[in-house]
């Protein structure tokens, strides 16, 4: 959610545009040494990254500009909700079609119009 508030309302989708929520991060840098530590998503439960995935798509939701000139309905979040899940469904991984429902989620909350 940091992501999100770092860049609210930064973003002004057009109608027919599919806002692309980033990939989760599982690594992590650590200052003093400069070392990297990452989380192999083989060795843990898929569970254990849903509410990170519903973060990651609040974050993404609070990018959407509600200023004059967005565009954003409910049928936008409905047509964006399909489309996501085409795109993630290519890849025939049932855990990336999981993550993109739960990012979906989080992006219905992070919504500020609906």
Same mark, same amino acid.
Request: aromatic content about 6%; overall charge neutral.
């Given at each position: 959610?940091?992501?999100? +508030?770092?860049?609210?309302?930064?973003?002004?989708?057009?109608p027919?545009?599919?806002?692309q929520?980033?990939?989760?991060?599982?690594?992590?840098?650590?200052?003093p040494?400069g070392?990297?530590?990452?989380?192999?998503?083989?060795h843990?439960?898929?569970?254990l990254?849903?509410? =990170?995935?519903?973060?990651?798509?609040?974050?993404?939701?609070?990018?959407?500009?509600?200023?004059?000139? +967005?565009?954003?309905?409910?049928?936008?979040?409905?047509?964006?909700?399909?489309?996501? +899940? /085409?795109?993630?469904g290519?890849? /025939?991984q049932?855990?990336?079609?999981?993550a993109?429902t739960?990012?979906? =989620?989080?992006?219905?909350?992070?919504?500020?119009?609906?």
């Amino acid at each position: 959610v940091g992501r999100g +508030a770092f860049t609210l309302g930064a973003v002004r989708p057009l109608p027919t545009e599919l806002l692309q929520t980033p990939q989760l991060v599982l690594h992590g840098r650590f200052p003093p040494q400069g070392g990297v530590m990452s989380l192999d998503p083989a060795h843990h439960d898929p569970k254990l990254n849903v509410w =990170a995935e519903f973060s990651n798509g609040v974050a993404t939701a609070l990018q959407v500009s509600t200023g004059p000139g +967005a565009e954003v309905t409910r049928g936008w979040i409905m047509h964006h909700k399909s489309e996501a +899940a /085409a795109v993630n469904g290519q890849a /025939a991984q049932t855990q990336n079609t999981t993550a993109s429902t739960n990012a979906h =989620a989080g992006f219905i909350l992070g919504d500020r119009k609906s």
